[in-house]
């Protein structure tokens, strides 16, 4: 799978902190989601999306699931790693409901 400098630097760096980790971390992971340029590729939202931490992260998360959401197979992906994640489980209700729509539409 190969990533972006930027995408790859984010997935290094690990998990968004959580809401109560110091400033600096949450900075860290600010300035690092801002270098993605969109869209991501389909593997960097797959990569992208092991990194939901255990809350919103001042709003981080939903900025990282916007960015995942950029990919060309969004709409059909399945997220498989880390499903019990809340942000994971909502990433793939997203696509589930979009799949509903279409097929609805249909």
Known sequence: ?????????????????????EVEAISEAQRLIERISKPVTDDEAQALATLFGPD?????????????????????????????????????????AGRSLAEGER
């Open 1 to 21: 799978m190969a990533l972006r400098r930027e995408v790859a630097d984010l997935v290094m760096a690990g998990p968004l902190p959580d809401e109560d980790a």
């Open 56 to 96: 919103n992260c001042f709003g981080l998360a939903w900025t990282l699931l916007h960015i995942i959401e950029t990919a060309p197979g969004a709409s059909g992906a399945q997220y498989t790693e880390r499903t019990d994640n809340e942000w994971v489980q909502l990433l793939n209700a997203r696509v589930e």
